[in-house]
């Protein structure tokens, strides 16, 4: 099992960037598949995007694609998400999440792991 832990939300203008990052401990890091979640008020979790264990291989909802990018430092059992051009309907709780299974998945249920969420807040 690998604890979670994210930061780097905030208040931003459209059109601005954050990158936020999820901080693993527990050993193996590697060896999970990482993704990013997010959930608005009143709306089910949504998958952004996800990372191979390598980071050769990622996805992303289409509704992110182009403006936010998925990575990760197996060094120092981190992973990111750099959110450009944000607009104000990507206001939600992200969370980073884990997988020991192998392959990227798109749903929530094919994670086991997952940190407390960071706020992001866009306005108009």
């Known amino acids: 099992q690998v604890q979670l832990d994210e930061s780097g939300g905030g208040l931003v203008q459209a059109g601005d960037s954050l990158r936020l990052s999820c901080a693993a401990s527990?050993?193996?890091?590697?060896?999970?598949?990482m993704a990013w979640f997010r959930q608005a008020p009143g709306k089910e979790r949504e998958f952004v995007a996800t990372?191979?264990?390598?980071?050769?291989?990622?996805s992303y909802a289409d509704s992110v694609k182009g403006r936010f990018t998925i990575s990760r430092d197996n060094a120092k059992n981190m992973a990111y998400l750099q959110m450009n051009s944000l607009k104000p309907e990507d206001t939600a709780v992200y969370y980073c999440a884990g997988s020991l299974r192998g392959a990227t998945r798109t749903t929530s249920a094919g994670y086991d792991d997952w940190g407390q969420g960071t706020q992001v807040t866009v306005s108009s």
């Open positions: 527990g050993e193996f890091f590697s060896s999970y598949v």
């Open positions: 990372i191979s264990r390598g980071g050769g291989t990622t």
